[in-house]
Every structure is written in C-alpha cells, then in structure tokens.
C-alpha cells in the first residue's frame, strides 16, 4: 500500500474542480450569459464524469479483485460511495446559483418561465405549439404487464406520470412520454421570453392518458456507463476496425445505469418503483430543481435578442495574426528562417492550416504525416490533407477512432481521408495516440531533404481552437525532423519502444526522459541549492511521478505547478510536499496547456507536451514533448508561465487539506484578459509597422507609441516593463 498521506482520490479531486466551475456561474463580476453558461458546463462535466469516471469504477466493483486505489487506498465501491455522498451538497448549490440567474435574468428584461407563472395569452401559445408540433410525433405508453418499462437510451428524458384509475375495473398504472429529440427543448414565446420543453408536455400531456387521472409527475433522465471497453477480445483480423468500432460504440447506448436525475422532491414508492427499475441505490438518484441536461443553454442564449447577449457576454474577441508569422509570406519560408509559436486562442490558427495547403501544393514536399485525435465537424485540417493526396503527395493519417466522444466524427473523417487517397492508420492496439504532431518532408532539386515539424499541446480542432488555451510549435530543426520521423515509422510497424534524441515519447522515453530532468533538479539542488521546477498542465495522478515530484521537494527543490483540473497530489505537507505549490485558473477559456519547466536562469530546460501527468498519459497513451531552444520562443513561454502564475483574480491555491482558497488580490491580475490585450496591442503594432511611411511620419509613429504606452499605464501591473514588451 502506497503512502496516501499527501495525496488524494481523484475522483473527488475533479469534483472540486468542477465546484470551482460552478463558482463562476454565481460570480456576480462575471457577465450574466457567461454565468449561464458555467451553469451548462457544470452539468454537462457531471454528465461526462458519470459516463465515464463512475461508469468505469462501477465496471471494476463488479471484479472479485478489487483494485485499490493507490492515492487514497479506497476500493472502487468505497470511490463512487464517497461521490454520491459528497455529490447532493453540489445539486443543492447548483439549483441555488441556477434561480439567482433567473432573477438575475428576470431584472434584465428575460424571462425563462414555468407555465404555471403565464398569462392566458402565452398558456394559448403553448397549447397551440403541443397540439400542433409536439403531440403529433411524441411517443408514450403506460406500463403494465403487457407493456414494461422500456429500455430508456443514455441521456434520454422522459416524464413520468403516476396515473389513478377513474373506473373501478382499471388499476392504477404508471404512464411515460419521452421528449422528442428532434424539437428545440423550449419555445421562444417572446424575444425575451422563453418556456421549457418538459414543462409544456407534463402540463397538456395528460390529456393522452385520457382514462386516467394525473396524481403526479415528474421529469427524469437516465444516465448510463459510456465507458466502452475497446480491447480485442472480440476483434476479427479481417474484420474492418471502423466497422468494429461502430458496433462498439451502438453498445453505448445499452449499457448499464450509473445515474438517475428527477426534477423535484420524490415520494418513497416513486424511489423504490426508480430502484428497482434501474438496478441503483437510491443515493444514486439525484434531485436538480433546475435544469436536466442544460447543453441546450447555449442555444438558448443564441436566440436571445443581438444587443442583450452583446450587454451580458464577454467582450467579442476574435484570435489575432500572429505577431511573428507575415500573412503577406508563405508560412514555409518564414518556418525555414526561424521557429515559430502559436499561442491559442490569443492568436488564430490559420497559419497551420495554410502551412498544410502550402505544403499540399509546394512541388518540393512529398509527403505530409500527422496524428489526429480530436477535428471539428467541417474540418479545414482535413480538407487540406484530402487536397494534398490529390496533388500526389504522400498522406500518412493517424486517426484516432477511439477519442471519446468523438469517435463518430473520425470515423466519418477517416473514411473521407481514405478514399481522397491518404493513407489512414490507426495507432496502436492497446495505446491511444494522443499526441498533436505534424512532419512535412522536403526534398529539393539537389536531392537535399529536409523537415518541417510542428507539435502542439492541444488538437487540430479550428473550433477548440478559439476556447482552449495551447501552444503550436513549428520548426525546420532537422534533428527533430528526425525524431518525428522516427515516430511515424515506429507508428507505422506498431513499435512503441523507438528511441528518440530530441523528443519524449511515451510510453517509454517520456518515462525516462522526466526522471532523469527531476533527478538533474535534485542534483542540482543539493550542489547549489538552485533546484526549480514549474509545471503546468491540466491533471495530474500518476503515482510514479506524484512519489518523484515528493521526492525532488524532499530534497529541497522548489516546484511550482499550475493544474487545471484533477490534483491528486496534496503540496505543503511537512516531510513529504513541503517545497509544492500548486494553482488552479478557472477562466472564459479552457486552460489546456502542458509546459514542463526544469530550472532557472540560463540553464532552463523547456518541454510543451500534448502529455498530462497522468498514468494513461505517461505509460498507456503515445504522446510527444518538444524540447525548446530557440530564445525568443523560450522567452515568450516563460514570460507567457510569469503572466498565468501572477493572476490574483481567477487562481485558486490548493491547499495540503485539497481544498481550494483565493489568494490575496493585491493586483486585480486575470491573466487571460491581460493574453488578450496583449495580443490585440501586438497585432495592431504590427498592421502600424506593415504600413510604408515617410522618414517624418516614422518618426511621429514612434512619438504616438511612445505616447500610447505612457496612456497604458494606469491599466498595467507592477510587473512593469517586461510585460509592455512581451512577445517583442
């Protein structure tokens, strides 16, 4: 049994994150929309967690061996125990945070009513919209013996209606109507007036029941374990994997309940009748008296009126050019003069997708690889990839069935890709490849070849792209050129145990390769005492590098982390964390960065990652990091790290309890909002210096900048100076 006084269960550990979701949703200083909108992320979080982390401990309670967890030392059954009685306090804040939006909302002008509070006029409406929209396609039944419960898919909703007999031969029945999928779940009555979908079919649908009488009601949605077991057990070799893929994901919708939530307080017998059915404890039946699935809420506020959503939003920010990459030159040739670095969503990502229709047309490339894991509906990415296989280059395509979620997208995708004639593959039997890697080969008129690599943290997903924050690295280094190339060979005959210079590549030289740079800082640290390690990344669990990181600040190395989300080691614990920090930013964009700094000063080792410390992450997933040399861009992340660790607004320090606590506000720092400016400022003082000017006009320019920074100033921290030069 592992030592778990510094450490702590994952699963609670995200539940306190996705607490720390729900905090900015009743942050009065954040706009009302975007309040609505944390709303709908915590719920739909909670709905993923379920699927997939309670899915998945529920799989694992059902094994004669129990698989303890090495963090906590609690079983799986002792795991889901804890969450279902930690989780009511949470449903209980959520409907709290939930009807101070509505009056919140309802001072503002919008209404999103219940039909109880309508006037006559707009009950009409809404009896007009059921008679003609929605009970011509509902589907319903009682249940009796004849007509069991049916067999409720993941996520759908139902109602529920305990029917009483209105004549003496009937007997009381249950009666149950689903709500259809394919309607919007509300109806605008008003530009700023809205009903809900369930509330219209639970007050006009027991017409339906026509023979019985309605004692009660209720809305209920079902959720289901999602976590489908891909091992090969029932894998053909001549079976197509798309195909097999498809029949595993169909099971999706079949598999065993994890949850159950209902819209209001229940009665014992409705508790037992919810029980039996669905084979769950009544702990896992939960009471959310304000909204069931609440995705639909982005919807809702896209049909909100243009001037209150602009009012009550976050200001309209669009990705800028990037401050290094001239839209006016081709991205290869500025690649070959030096590195280059995106930062999303401050920055857009179109230079990658015009780096890959250069390169589909360049006469010198012949081959484009690349590993996908996640890509938007309506992919750029992939149509240029398509564009380049028509042009006759060599199109390698790692396409990742499995990426949760989205697995029905690649599939689609992958298809397309091959029959457009690239070469599609798909990773490894046991592994994910979850790693963001792009290799460009060239071969000039001399027969000299050359690469261009780029690797990122995040996926080559243009909408994700504007939400999440990343990093996109673009080299013509050949020596990683090299080492990327090695990936895909080894990717292409199944070897995960390749051997790189450059790169880390898990799940064997990453392994390595972060041992050897923790052992350097204690080294360093007892030589010196200059031992330093910073890290920011979105979880971290992995047990191996919990007890290293443990060991490294034993020995006195001080280390700085920055971790979104799970945190299941616990810093400041004497004798064993006591030289961590760690800090969580929950902002309008999703911190999705993995940065691993080693040291300080001139001697920083410097890795962007696609890699979490987490266990799959490190030792079941391929993944790449990056070294960093070039001294611009080096300066640009670490400036980039000093911005995110300076927030005083957004961050929240952990605790060695594994809570989460405010720090002292001493600046009013939120770093995205200062990415932003940043951004903006330097994109506008490269459009300034793209403009042909006279020598006298250059020097007014420079007069206006100098005068412009001065302006700035009331607007900029005591960071100072450095940071009106950042990026420069």
Not at 121 to 126: E, G, H, M, P, Y
Not at 324 to 338: L, P, W
Request: glycine share 4%; with cysteine.
């Amino acid at each position: 049994m592992k030592d778990v006084s510094f450490t702590q269960n994952r699963e609670l550990s995200w539940l306190k994150f996705n607490d720390r979701v729900l905090e900015e949703a009743a942050d009065k200083s954040v706009p009302l929309l975007e309040r609505l909108k944390f709303l709908s992320i915590f719920d739909t979080n909670l709905e993923e967690f379920f699927m997939v982390r309670i899915g998945s401990l529920t799989d694992l309670s059902g094994l004669s061996k129990q698989a303890i967890d090495s963090k906590s030392g609690l079983s799986p059954k002792e795991q889901i125990d804890k969450v279902l009685e930690i989780l009511p306090k949470s449903y209980a804040k959520k409907d709290k945070v939930y009807f101070n939006i509505l009056e919140d909302l309802k001072e503002e002008g919008v209404r999103i009513s219940k039909l109880s509070d309508l006037n006559d006029k707009d009950l009409i409406s809404c009896k007009n919209y059921f008679d003609s929209k929605i009970e011509p396609i509902l589907n319903f039944q009682l249940i009796d013996r004849t007509h069991p419960f049916p067999r409720l898919a993941n996520l759908s909703i139902v109602i529920i209606f305990d029917l009483v007999a209105s004549e003496k031969k009937r007997k009381d029945k249950i009666g149950i109507i689903y709500l259809p999928d394919r309607l919007p779940r509300y109806l605008k009555l008003a530009d700023n007036h809205f009903v809900l979908l369930e509330d219209i079919i639970e007050t006009f649908a027991g017409e339906l029941f026509y023979k019985y009488k309605i004692e009660k009601s209720y809305a209920l949605s079902l959720t289901r374990n999602a976590d489908i077991n891909f091992n090969d057990d029932d894998y053909e070799v001549e079976q197509d994997f798309r195909d097999y893929m498809m029949g595993k994901l169909r099971k999706r919708k079949r598999l065993q309940p994890v949850r159950v939530e209902v819209d209001r307080d229940l009665d014992d017998a409705s508790i037992k009748f919810l029980t039996k059915q669905f084979n769950l404890s009544k702990e896992s039946i939960f009471v959310t008296k304000s909204l069931i699935q609440s995705d639909f809420i982005f919807d809702l506020i896209s049909d909100m009126p243009k001037e209150f959503r602009e009012n009550h939003s976050y200001s309209e920010f669009i990705p800028q050019n990037s401050y290094f990459i001239d839209e006016k030159k081709s991205v290869i040739s500025q690649i070959e003069e030096g590195d280059k670095l995106l930062s999303y969503p401050y920055e857009s990502m179109d230079p990658i997708i015009r780096l890959l229709n250069e390169a589909s047309a360049d006469p010198e490339v012949i081959s484009i690889k690349i590993t996908l894991y996640r890509i938007a509906k309506e992919s750029e990415i992939a149509k240029a990839l398509i564009k380049a296989s028509e042009n006759g280059k060599d199109v390698i395509v790692l396409m990742e069935l499995r990426a949760r979620f989205d697995e029905d997208n690649n599939i689609l995708w992958s298809s397309r890709l091959e029959k457009a004639g690239c070469n599609v593959v798909y990773g490894f039997e046991n592994y994910k490849t979850h790693s963001k890697v792009c290799l460009i080969t060239k071969v000039d008129s001399n027969n000299k070849i050359s690469y261009i690599t780029q690797v990122a943290t995040g996926n080559y997903n243009e909408k994700t792209a504007k939400l999440y924050t990343d990093f996109s690295f673009m080299t013509k280094d050949i020596e990683i050129g090299k080492d990327a190339k090695e990936i895909f060979d080894n990717i292409l005959i199944g070897n995960l145990e390749g051997d790189y210079k450059h790169l880390m590549v898990s799940p064997k030289s990453m392994q390595e390769g972060l041992d050897k740079l923790i052992d350097e800082q204690i080294r360093i640290q007892e030589e010196k005492g200059e031992g330093y390690i910073r890290l920011k990344m979105n979880s971290i669990s992995d047990r191996k590098l919990i007890d290293k990181l443990s060991e490294a600040s034993n020995k006195g190395v001080k280390i700085d982390m920055m971790v979104r989300g799970i945190t299941c080691i616990l810093p400041g614990i004497k004798g064993k964390t006591e030289n961590i920090r760690i800090y969580q930013v929950v902002g309008r964009f999703l911190e999705h960065h993995r940065i691993y700094q080693f040291g300080k000063g001139g001697k920083i080792k410097l890795f962007i990652s696609s890699a979490d410390f987490m266990t799959r992450n490190i030792r079941n997933r391929m993944e790449v990091a990056v070294p960093i040399y070039d001294a611009t861009i080096r300066k640009r992340i670490l400036e980039f790290l000093d911005i995110m660790f300076a927030d005083d607004v957004k961050i929240r320090e952990l605790s060695s309890d594994g809570n989460y606590y405010k720090v002292e506000n001493k600046e009013n720092i939120i770093a995205q909002d200062k990415l932003i400016e940043i951004a903006i400022k330097r994109s506008q003082e490269k459009s300034i210096s793209q403009i042909p000017t006279s020598k006298d006009n250059t020097k007014k320019d420079k007069r206006a900048s100098r005068s412009s920074r001065k302006s700035d100033k009331p607007l900029s921290w005591k960071l100072g100076y450095f940071l009106g030069k950042l990026f420069s």
